[in-house]
């Protein structure tokens, strides 16, 4: 079955950055979309940043572009997220989504995917 483990989050000052890292398995990595989600505490997840199924389509939140960067490499499996300029505001559990359909851009349906189980990133001020 897929399955998504997401690495690289921690404890941060305000203005520093982070490389997170989403490893998945289960099926062919390079058919499907990628996703980066956030839930901060007592907010519901958003969209942070997608990208397609061949690494050259992506798309941000309005509240994340010229910071974050979302990339994949294909031959590894795995799925990027360059996270820079950091603000408590991005304090949040990162989790990472997989697209149940394939061949799909970053504007994919993400209601209809595998999730992880996350990974904490803490940004202090």
């Known amino acids: 079955q897929v399955q998504l483990v997401e690495s690289g989050g921690g404890l941060v000052q305000a203005g520093g950055s982070l490389r997170l890292s989403c490893a998945a398995s289960?099926?062919?990595?390079?058919?499907?979309?990628m996703a980066w989600f956030r839930q901060a505490p007592g907010k519901e997840r958003e969209f942070v940043a997608a990208?397609?199924?061949?690494?050259?389509?992506?798309d941000y939140a309005d509240s994340v572009k010229d910071r974050f960067t979302i990339s994949r490499d294909n031959a590894k499996n795995t799925v990027y997220l360059q996270v820079n300029s950091l603000e408590p505001e991005d304090t949040a559990v990162y989790y990472c989504?997989?697209?149940?359909?394939?061949?799909?851009?970053?504007?994919?349906?993400?209601?209809?995917?595998?999730w992880g189980q996350g990974t904490q990133v803490t940004v202090s001020s």
């Open positions: 289960g099926r062919t990595f390079s058919n499907y979309a």
């Open positions: 990208i397609d199924w061949s690494g050259f389509r992506s």
């Open positions: 989504a997989q697209d149940k359909a394939l061949l799909r851009g970053p504007d994919t349906d993400w209601g209809n995917s595998y």
